[in-house]
């Protein structure tokens, strides 16, 4: 389920419960700031602010309605961007506009980053939006305003994202499980967005195991067991772990190609590991890969990985 938690967003959600609870909600709104500050989260918030089944107390987030919503599973809130806008997309969702709404008597279409959308794209819904529609509700977001024809903006009501205080995008940092002090660090360095902090921190987090990895498979091939298990133990997140062994899997196996010289520790494997070790080991990766499934304990996670590797090298 998706966690709908809105951080600073107090005076655009109290705007739009105002116009909804006063039946004035439009039928298209258009919300825009910096990319990484809501505004996806916040088209949600809407869809279920104008779905919930709750009238005044909407959004309730726990009637039908909105638990569908909230798990990505309602018929009628519809999605235009998919991976990527395609006329054809569009075209679908026009059609669909014609129709009634399967489930009530609402139908909410969220155009994500529609400063992506070409001119093309959005020529074709202009028809759409034209007129209010009694079934039909226009959600868009948008960085790039610019980027967005006059005669959209026009027929849409724009709701600024104002910018987060400081408090908040901390608060907002930590419910996404950055350490407190880390996020007044990043803000201090990057503004309060944080999406973008988190956008970067994820990154810096990739790297980090890809470079465990590399370490990983250098011991590997030196057949050193103890700084293996070190390197392993110096995480403790599921996620991670199974990140290190899927960057593990890569470098094995490409020192299982024959006609490949590799460098650094895919070289070192090829000199130092048989081919049937290296076959035995990237089949134990495999395995281990395969216990993504599984609900283990990171730390006994991260010994049993160690051990498991050495199991066939031995
Ligand atoms: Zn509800």
């Given at each position: 389920m998706m966690d709908l938690t809105l951080f600073g967003k107090q005076s655009e959600t109290s705007r739009l419960k105002a116009l909804h609870n006063d039946g004035r909600m439009p039928h298209a709104l258009m919300l825009t700031g910096?990319?990484?500050?809501g505004k996806k989260m916040l088209a949600r918030w809407c869809a279920l602010l104008m779905m919930c089944e709750n009238g005044a107390e909407a959004?309730?987030?726990?009637?039908r309605t909105c638990n569908n919503i909230k798990n990505d599973?309602?018929?009628?809130?519809?999605?235009?961007?998919?991976?990527k806008y395609s006329a054809d997309r569009i075209r679908e969702i026009v059609q669909q506009t014609a129709l009634f709404p399967n489930d009530g008597d609402l139908r909410v279409i969220i155009f994500e980053?529609?400063?992506?959308?070409?001119e093309i794209h959005q020529n074709l819904l202009l028809k759409a939006i034209e007129e209010p529609s009694k079934y039909n509700r226009y959600i868009f977001t948008c960085e790039?305003?610019?980027?967005?024809?006059p005669t959209i903006k026009s027929r849409v009501v724009t709701i600024p994202l104002s910018e987060m205080s400081n408090p908040d995008c901390v608060s907002c940092l930590v419910a996404k499980g950055v350490p407190e002090q880390e996020a007044t660090k990043y803000i201090f360095r990057l503004g309060k967005n944080p999406g973008k902090i988190l956008e970067i921190i994820k990154d810096k987090k990739k790297i980090a195991l890809q470079e465990s990895a590399e370490k990983i498979a250098q011991y590997i091939a030196d057949e050193n067991e103890y700084d293996t298990a070190r390197e392993f133990s110096g995480y403790t997140d599921r996620e991670e772990l199974f990140g290190i062994i899927s960057a593990l899997y890569d470098i094995v196996s490409r020192a299982l190609l024959p006609d490949y010289e590799g460098e650094g520790a895919v070289k070192r494997l090829k000199e130092n590991l048989s081919l049937k070790k290296l076959y035995a080991v990237t089949r134990r990766i495999e395995e281990l890969n395969s216990c993504s499934d599984y609900n283990v304990n990171a730390k006994v996670f991260a010994a049993y990985c160690a051990s498991q590797l050495f199991d066939v090298i031995a």
């Open positions: 910096e990319r990484g500050i959004p309730c987030m726990h009637c599973d309602h018929p009628d809130v519809i999605f235009a961007k998919g991976e980053d529609c400063d992506e959308m070409t790039n305003t610019d980027a967005v024809l």
